[in-house]
């Protein structure tokens, strides 16, 4: 697929290639805690990046484990590449690459760059092209000089960049990310958007995240999942159709971002105030325009 057809891929359209599809899918932990991701079908298409917000609780992580097939359906179903992933998860594998909340548990390697060749090993590639993935991902975290040092004495957003180096090291189709920004300073998390973003646009990658830095969302996302306590998936649409429906936030204690309640209480002061705005570019436009009127 070429970088023109992931631009104008929507969910809506017919056409798009669905990469996941999850459906009204019910898991009871053994201590009775159950998440039943009803409602909205949750889909990810080819090239897009995805957002799952919520409340704790609401089955962020449970979502993002059937997706990567360490969870089975009690009920409903789960597609990834078009195969349950529970059941077939060796035949796409090579197309995902993940990184969960807790980096500690996926990094298991003596150096950074064992690390992140061993799963271009576990593949049996050319020690030659292991070496070059390896400088590769390396390069696109911009960590290269972390390669011999000892994952243990990283910090923890180093460690971070290491689990998603790792992640991306065998070029997937399909990124999951179980709250990316989290350690990162702001120096670092704006470098993940904007390598998530490029990632995207030159390589069709699909995108999945759960996270609660609402205020990265509108920067990151082309669609956004809310889900409501319990896992009821009640919201999807754009960032700017998300974010609109404070009433449906409001029930799953989500605060929308800082720049949208700036403009809601511009405008309970001034209703000639600019409706919205989601990101500091939008922001300035907009108040230079109401400005000038």
């Given amino acids: 697929m070429t970088t023109h057809d992931c631009d104008h891929i929507h969910p809506d359209d017919p056409n798009a290639e669905e990469v996941v599809r999850i459906s009204c899918v019910r898991h009871t932990y053994e201590d009775g805690t159950s998440v039943h991701l009803c409602g909205l079908d949750f889909l990810a298409h080819r090239g897009k990046r995805v957002a799952v917000l919520g409340p704790n609780g609401a089955g962020k992580t449970t979502m993002l484990y059937h997706i990567l097939g360490l969870l089975k359906p009690q009920e409903g179903a789960v597609s990834v590449f078009g195969v349950s992933p529970s059941e077939e998860w060796a035949s796409i594998r090579r197309r995902v690459g993940v990184v969960l909340q807790n980096v500690d548990e996926q990094i298991i390697s003596p150096t950074v760059g064992d690390d992140v060749a061993f799963s271009p090993r576990q593949y049996g590639l050319p020690e030659s092209e292991v070496r070059e993935r390896v400088d590769r991902a390396l390069g696109l975290l911009g960590i290269e000089e972390l390669a011999d040092r000892v994952p243990h004495n990283l910090s923890g957003g180093e460690k971070r960049k290491v689990a998603l180096a790792g992640a991306l090291v065998m070029d997937p189709e399909l990124l999951v990310l179980d709250e990316p920004f989290e350690g990162l300073d702001p120096k670092s998390r704006q470098s993940l958007l904007d390598l998530l973003e490029r990632l995207a646009r030159e390589r069709c990658m699909t995108v999945v995240l759960s996270t609660h830095d609402i205020d990265t969302v509108p920067e990151f996302a082309d ?51 600019p409706a919205t705005a989601l990101t500091v570019d939008e922001a300035a436009d907009a108040l230079d325009a109401w400005r000038r009127c």
């Fill in 223 to 273: 669609f956004a999942y809310v889900l409501a306590p319990g896992g009821t998936i009640a919201l999807r649409g754009t960032p700017e159709e998300v974010f609109a429906n404070a009433h449906v936030l409001a029930q799953g204690n989500i605060k929308p971002p800082i720049l949208a309640e700036l403009f809601s209480r511009l405008r309970q002061r001034d209703p000639s105030a």
